[in-house]
DNA sequence: CCTCCACTGGAACGAACGCTCTATCCAGAA
DNA sequence: TTCTGGATAGAGCGTTCGTTCCAGTGGAGG
């Protein structure tokens, strides 16, 4: 009934626009929204199936690992997703503070845009797979240092101590998480907006 | 086989210690650790049934709303738990930042002491009920409400002006948050503790 | 032409899910 | 004693879970 790869074209898939994606792809992008909407526990892979317009059959040639499998890859994706957001707020701006204020009013837009829907993309299935699938803690953990070394790139391209620059990274981070939590709780943008002008204010200390 | 409820002494239950806990009170505990560890799709009724030592007839007995229900009861639980954690460590000193710092050492010590599984209380629950529960939306974000008075008043307690108050200690949640998910991501103290020293820095700047 | 194989499509399995239901127990009121 | 109703006990409902399995299907390589 549904032809989900397009039959036109297979040697020019860049057409700027509306590149036909592959079903691997499409699988793991499914996987990624619907993990971060959702959890892991609360994620089926026939849903997973439905939603990619692909196969049950086809989600098992992929990833034979099965669901931890895919998870893991899904978290790889939104590693990757949640790199590209921090590297364009950072970039915005020459002057700290307000870059890392870019990077709060980024992801409040987003939030309020998904219906508070779309928060961190790995934090709900990091926090259910704890000690209990090896395979995805170790993404989750590699998204994190990710995330950490491309705020630290900035702080000290930005003049800050190496030392000092690794320790603020990480709480740049858990702040950006916890107040993306809180926002989607309160349904509301301001957790995130203050709390970017409190991390600003924290980083003009050091000078 | 088994009689969960002490059979003696019906008629004084306060015996300063081992109070015999009544069956509801078992299901709402087993839940709210339950809830922490494995979050609300990851954790079945039976598994809380068995792990309280209650039947399945007397958590619908105590809870006719369901799985719903009891989870918001548990939230509550975390809730308190947690409130009196953050009153504990806020009070151990007349300076902020130490009083600040004290409270991510609990935290660390904690988290470490349960090999890493025993993160914030109601943190997995909430994200995953992210507008699809009422009810639990309703507790989480009550929750997060009275963490943050409870931190308001320690602030505005050490001469911190009310509108700043208000702000920092949606923050200092907010990073504790954050912070708590990096810890156990990454097996370490480390996360915790520097977010506190920042916290404390952060907190200084307001005199 | 045929062969091959990556890929698709979906039926079927056993287990677990949330929840409903009836039956039983037992302390205290009548 | 009988009656009442909170509490306990667990079989069983229909559904969904993750996974396995196998029969196609279609395009590239010989």
């Given at each position: 009934?549904?032809?989900?790869?397009?039959?036109?074209?297979?040697?020019?898939?860049?057409?700027?626009?509306?590149?036909?994606?592959?079903?691997?792809?499409?699988?793991?992008?499914?996987?990624?929204?619907?993990?971060?909407?959702?959890?892991?526990?609360?994620?089926?892979?026939?849903?997973?199936?439905?939603?990619?317009?692909?196969?049950?059959?086809?989600?098992?040639?992929?990833?034979?690992?099965?669901?931890?499998?895919?998870?893991?890859?899904?978290?790889?994706?939104?590693?990757?997703?949640?790199?590209?957001?921090?590297?364009?707020?950072?970039?915005?701006?020459?002057?700290?503070?307000?870059?890392?204020?870019?990077?709060?009013?980024?992801?409040?837009?987003?939030?309020?845009?998904?219906?508070?829907?779309?928060?961190c993309?790995?934090s709900?299935?990091?926090?259910?797979?704890?000690?209990?699938?090896?395979?995805?803690?170790?993404?989750?953990?590699?998204?994190?240092?990710?995330?950490?070394?491309?705020?630290?790139?900035?702080?000290?391209?930005?003049?800050?101590?190496?030392?000092?620059?690794?320790?603020?990274?990480?709480?740049?981070i858990s702040t950006l998480e916890g107040?993306e939590l809180?926002?989607?709780?309160?349904?509301?943008?301001?957790?995130?907006?203050?709390?970017?002008?409190?991390?600003?204010?924290?980083?003009?200390?050091?000078?």
């Open positions: 009934m549904k032809t989900p790869d397009a039959p036109d074209a297979p040697e020019t898939p860049a057409k700027t626009t509306a590149a036909p994606v592959g079903t691997r792809e499409r699988i793991v992008r499914a996987t990624s929204r619907l993990l971060q909407r959702q959890g892991y526990e609360g994620t089926g892979i026939k849903q997973i199936s439905r939603e990619a317009g692909a196969t049950l059959g086809s989600v098992y040639h992929f990833f034979p690992g099965g669901k931890q499998e895919l998870a893991a890859e899904a978290i790889r994706h939104g590693d990757e997703e949640f790199a590209v957001l921090l590297r364009a707020g950072l970039g915005s701006s020459a002057d700290l503070g307000e870059a890392i204020v870019a990077c709060t009013t980024m992801l409040a837009r987003e939030l309020r845009a998904s219906d508070w829907q779309d928060g993309p790995i709900s299935t990091a926090l259910e797979t704890v000690g209990r699938a090896p395979g995805i803690e170790q993404a989750v953990a590699e998204a994190f240092a990710n995330w950490r070394a491309v705020v630290v790139e900035h702080l000290v391209a930005a003049g800050i101590d190496g030392q000092d620059a690794g320790e603020l990274a990480g709480t740049v107040a809180a926002a989607q709780i309160a349904r509301s943008e301001e957790p995130l907006l203050v709390s970017g002008r409190h991390l600003a204010r924290l980083l003009a200390t050091y000078r």
